[in-house]
Nanobody, 116 residues
Framework: QVQVVESGGGLVQVGGSLRLTCAAS????????MGWYRQGPGKQRELVAT???????NYADSVKGRFTVSRDNAKNTVSLQMNSLKPEDTAIYYC??????????WGQGTQVTVSS
């Protein structure tokens, strides 16, 4: 049984910053790729950033240069540093964890609201 919990969301003004953290816990064998996805009002869920166990990252074009994803394999955590936030970044942000021999695990989501 693996649990994934996000934290760090909130309300921020345009141009501000937030740091999201995702922690995986429970019976874990080996965590592979971890990532962040988001779903804005009336939109489909979309990829924001992913990071492999070895540290290779991938970002959506809309967040390149503004967001940074990182992970701590010893602590089973992944973070998303979000800078220069825009109203278009408003969404529920979900953490996704891929575990060896397990189905993909999703967190409950954390709300990020960017006000103008």
């Amino acid at each position: 049984q693996v649990q994934v919990v996000e934290s760090g969301g909130g309300l921020v003004q345009v141009g501000g910053s937030l740091r999201l953290t995702c922690a995986a816990s429970g019976s874990i064998s080996r965590i592979l790729t971890m990532g962040w996805y988001r779903q804005g009002p009336g939109k489909q869920r979309e990829l924001v950033a992913t990071i492999t166990r070895g540290g290779t990252t991938n970002y959506a074009d809309s967040v390149k240069g503004r967001f940074t994803v990182s992970r701590d394999n010893a602590k089973n955590t992944v973070s998303l540093q979000m800078n220069s936030l825009k109203p278009e970044d408003t969404a529920i942000y979900y953490c996704n964890v891929n575990i060896l021999f397990e189905s993909s695990v999703w967190g409950q989501g954390t709300q990020v609201t960017v006000s103008s």
